[in-house]
């Protein structure tokens, strides 16, 4: 055991208990982790369902129809991605370090994922996210889209896009990345 720094005091065998008992509770987070990639699978396979009517209706399909489809591909194929992000950065930062050894094809990003650039991955993907689902919007114009509603979208996508370029300045101005 190790003397206390000079100031510190030693801790007590009730204190260290607690600090390890708290410690091994991040092992709680894994379960949610295991129900992202739950999550995963049912993105998965409502992308094989959106691919498939996009297949089907491609002979009748319009230009906007078939562009349309490929934006709701992209969406959902951009939450998958964000879904990937919280996973590998969550059980990183919080649960417990990856060995990325003997895996020759693991991106170098997933272990360097701190809590400040998780926070604007996931920020930006859904800022991606919502660009998507006003961009269809737009595209819907002509199908009588509700002007109340897209004018809803485009607020919700600013905030998001103003919270993500306020999240970014202000770790930059805090000694962030």
């Not at 009748?60 to 934006?71: F, M, P, R, Y």
């Not at 689902?133 to 002007?147: C, H, I, T, V």
């Not at 905030?159 to 993500?164: D, I, L, R, Y």
Request: charged share 15%; with cysteine.
């Amino acid at each position: 055991m190790q003397a206390p720094v000079s100031g510190q005091h030693a801790p007590s065998k009730l204190e260290r208990g607690l600090e390890g008992f708290l410690f091994k509770s991040r092992w709680l987070m894994a379960p949610f982790y295991v129900g992202l990639i739950v999550s995963l699978a049912v993105l998965l396979f409502k992308f094989v369902l959106l691919l498939w009517e996009n297949v089907v209706h491609l002979p009748t399909a319009k230009e906007s129809d078939i562009i349309l489809g490929v934006l709701s591909l992209i969406d959902v194929c951009l939450t998958g991605n964000l879904v990937l992000i919280v996973v590998f950065s969550g059980y990183e930062n919080f649960v417990s370090r990856i060995d990325p050894g003997g895996h020759p094809d693991w991106p170098e990003w997933m272990t360097k994922v701190d809590f400040a650039g998780l926070k604007q991955k996931l920020l930006a993907s859904i800022v991606a996210i919502s660009a998507i689902q006003l961009l269809k919007a737009f595209m819907n114009l002509d199908a009588g889209y509700d002007s109340v509603k897209l004018a809803w979208l485009v607020g919700v996508h600013m905030t998001f896009v103003v919270s993500t370029v306020m999240l970014a300045l202000s770790d930059r101005w805090s000694g962030g990345h």
